[in-house]
């Protein structure tokens, strides 16, 4: 009987065990049951849900939520992300208004707004982008604004329009250090992002953008990130844990210990980067409403 060859298994990852230190609470309360319901009964998608953010019980319970607009498909397939990719459906264009209003009846002080991909659209959603902060503005003309926006594919007359309408911050992140960004974020390109923020410097916005951490990534190479950005006129930078949020995405391969956050903050504050948020649960929107203020020598 012939002998068929051994071929090795790819060898398997080995999945690290949680710290302590991620453990969140599971969201209750009035206010967070009140948010729920005005998110279900608008039809409004969000990012707390539909990117599992370990912080929606804590940001849900103060009446406080991150809309994402354009619907909840994305077009682009990044490894680390829970959002759904396919085919979106038709632009709503009415959603604008539907944001508003709930901001209004949420009565949110400081709102933030992201946005799947809509890489299929020539505008690439900049114009409902747009719509949305008018009519927040109308309708809360006392709440500021983050908006946390695409790349657009490059195509700079797109993010003109959100310099039109200033918002108060305007965030692209980054998301992972250099080498890692075509594992991490397929479709996109790291100086691209990084001409994102340039860009929206030049045009007068106060700018913001986030990395997580645990992707294989080293301590050289994040610090180099942060200095990257702070080149390219980042005023605000946020650092965090990478989670998995399913077995499908990339796994994490280390978690990252809350005194290297704060060492990170610190060379961050001592490279001249405005604010610095750097912590195991960290997100993006996470005190989003404190970093329309410098953040220089907070303790």
């Known amino acids: 009987m012939q002998e068929l060859p051994v071929v090795a298994a790819e060898p398997a990852v080995q999945r690290v065990k949680k710290p302590d230190w991620l453990r969140v609470k599971l969201p209750i309360g009035e206010n967070y049951r009140q948010v729920r319901n005005l998110v279900d009964t608008h039809k409004l998608h969000t990012i707390c849900e539909s990117g599992n953010c370990p912080n929606m019980g804590e940001c849900w319970g103060a009446g406080t939520a991150t809309f994402m607009i354009l619907g909840n498909v994305c077009t682009r397939s990044c490894g680390f992300c829970a959002v759904a990719t396919g085919r979106p459906e038709p632009v709503d264009w009415d959603e604008p208004q539907r944001v508003a209003e709930a901001i209004y009846l949420m009565k949110v002080k400081h709102a933030v707004i992201t946005s799947v991909d809509r890489d299929e659209l020539k505008d690439g959603g900049s114009i409902i982008w747009a719509n949305t902060v008018n009519a927040v503005r109308n309708l809360n ?23 039109e309408v200033a918002p108060e911050v305007v965030s692209h992140n980054l998301e992972t250090v250099e080498r890692l960004t075509k594992k991490v ?7 691209r992002s990084l001409e994102v923020i340039r860009r929206l410097k030049e045009g ?26 702070h080149d390219n006129g980042c ?30 903050r610190e ?15 960290v997100r993006s929107s996470y005190h989003a409403e404190k970093h329309i203020f410098s953040g220089r020598n907070k303790g």
């Open 141 to 163: 003309p006392g709440t500021t604004m983050e908006t946390l926006i695409p790349d657009f594919r490059g195509q700079w007359e797109n993010l003109q329009r959100i310099i």
């Open 185 to 191: 974020r397929i479709q996109a390109k790291y100086h």
């Open 204 to 229: 007068g916005m106060r700018t913001k953008s986030g990395i997580m951490l645990g992707l294989g990534e080293t301590k050289e190479e994040v610090i180099q990130a942060m200095q990257d950005l």
């Open 235 to 264: 005023d605000v930078v946020t650092l965090g844990q990478y989670l998995q949020p399913t077995p499908k995405h990339l796994p994490v391969l280390r978690f990252v210990h809350p005194d290297e956050f704060a060492e990170l």
């Open 267 to 281: 060379i961050g504050y001592n490279m001249g980067i405005d604010y610095v948020e750097a912590g195991p649960l």
